[in-house]
Structure formats: structure tokens, C-alpha cells
């Protein structure tokens, strides 16, 4: 792959770029391997700068995708209607806004020693945006789901998604602040190895306690939690929790933090998987290889 190394000198067709970042951003990443984290920070010149606006736009543009898919399935949930093509229209405006906002602040610099090109940011910063929904709807309304349609619920049911979708939004948030920070000093510093493990460390225990008292807060507002997503309430929030880890290796080219593998049955719709129910069972809207079974009558993409 051919490395740009000013921004400013490089600019690709708009329409070209929009065309290979809707192909890719559902597959890859496009930045190359990740470096190892003792070799990785450090940066100079305009370098850490361009390293937290990638994140801070991936991370901005996640967040607002999912306010407004969470709405969108909440109210559905709830019998409510809810306006599909809006939403997808906001969803790709946030992601269009997200590539151009990483652009500008990353214009000008010196990409290579980050482990980008200019493809590579926005290609990432797209994907990111994008599978974060979608993992976090298909964690939260499991319950409700059959393949991507809604499907009416019990008003216990109905209160358990809307408590889990209050904490899995805080922690989701939090685990994004906390896991930016540590890679953002690391990138903005001299630090020696021991040290950088430890700041990537400290991130996670942070995000675990925030994780476990979220638990609780959960499992008293919803005590059949269990029963309703045939997973504790442990498990779920755990998955959400590393949506942070897929923001750092989405955004910061090295190995430390990274997505976890995704699994088929896990609850969770991720990097390949068109849908995941939490089985493997055939005939419920969704296959046992997470392909959905029939054309989707809800859509956001």
C-alpha cells in the first residue's frame, strides 16, 4: 500500500473514496499491522494531535449512530413508530462527518509513523462508526430481534432491554474515555515499555469496575435478566465493555488493545456477521452461521 505523506498534497476523488470506503467499511480495517506497544507513541510534531482527533472522531461519530439506532429500536419496542430512512440518513451523515472531521484535524501530517495513509483514516473511522451499532443493537434487543425485525414483547421484557440499554450506553461511553486516554498519552509521550502496560492496565481495571457496578445496577432493575437474554448480565455488559478495545484498534495502530475475535452465538453482531441471536439454532431469523435466514424488513445500512 502506498503511504501519502501530506495530506494536503494527497486528495483523493470524494466519489472514488465514498465508493472503496462503502466496500470496505464492512470488512476490514485497512491500516497495516499493528505495532508492537513498546515501539508504538511517542510521537512528534503534529503527530499525537492527528493520533486523538482519529479517535475522537471515530468515537464522536459511534455515539451519536447509536443515540439514534437505540432510539429508533427503543421506540419500536415500545410499539412506537419509528422513521427507518431518517435514521439511516442520520447514521450516514454522522459517518460522513466523523471522515472529514478526522481529515481536517489530521490534515498536513505526517501519517506514516501513526501506521496510516490517508485511505487507511477514513476507511477506519467509517468501519468503527458502523459495527459499533450494530454490535450494540444486537446485544441490547436481543430479546426483541428476529433476524433485524422488532417483534412485540412482554412489559417485563420491554423494561429489562431499556435498563440494559441505559447501562450499556455509559459503559460503552466510558470504556471509549478511558481507553483513549491511555493510548493518547502513550502517543503524546517518552514512555518506556513498563510504563505504557501499566497506563493500558490501569484503562481496564477502571472500565471493569465501572463495568461491575453497572452489573448490579442492572441485575436490580431487571432481577430475571437471565432468563430474558439466556446470558447473566456479566457476560452481556463484558462484550459491550470491549467496544472500547475494537475503538483503540480501529484508531491506534497497535497490539496492546484490539477488537476481540468475533464469535458466531455470542449475541453480538460483529465484523462478517449479518445478524447473531445468541445460538446456533436454524430458524429463528437467523442462521447458525449469522447470516439472516429471509431479506430484512429493518435495516439501518
Known sequence: MIRHRRLRHVRPCRTALLLVMTIWATTVHAHRSPLKLALWGGFDGGGPACQRGIAHAAAVCANRAWDVRNACLSAQVDGAPCDTVATTAAIQQFR????????????????????????????????????????????????????????????????????????????????????????????????????????????????????????????????????????????????????????????????????????CGNSMQELHEQCDDGNLIDGDGCHSDCTLEAAPSFSLE
Open 96 to 263: 460522513a462527518d466523523a471522515v472529514t472531521l478526522a481529515e481536517r484535524l489530521c490534515d498536513g501530517i505526517d501519517l506514516a509513523p501513526l501506521g496510516f495513509s490517508l485511505l487507511d483514516i477514513d476507511i477506519d473511522v467509517d468501519a468503527f462508526c458502523q459495527q459499533l451499532q450494530e454490535a450494540s443493537a444486537s446485544a441490547v434487543y436481543q430479546p426483541a430481534l428476529h433476524g433485524e425485525t422488532i417483534q412485540s414483547v412482554d412489559d417485563t421484557t420491554r423494561l429489562c432491554i431499556a435498563a440494559t440499554a441505559r447501562v450499556a450506553t455509559a459503559l460503552m461511553r466510558f470504556s471509549f474515555r478511558a481507553r483513549r486516554r491511555a493510548l493518547d498519552r502513550i502517543a503524546s509521550q517518552k514512555l518506556g515499555p513498563s510504563v505504557k502496560l501499566t497506563l493500558v492496565d490501569q484503562a481496564a481495571a477502571r472500565i471493569e469496575r465501572v463495568r461491575a457496578r453497572l452489573e448490579q445496577q442492572v441485575t436490580t432493575e431487571c432481577p430475571t435478566f437471565a432468563a430474558i437474554y439466556h446470558r447473566t448480565a456479566g457476560t452481556v455488559l463484558t462484550l459491550l465493555a470491549q467496544r472500547g478495545d475494537c475503538l483503540a484498534g480501529a484508531t491506534y495502530v497497535q497490539d496492546a488493545v484490539l477488537c476481540p475475535t468475533p464469535v
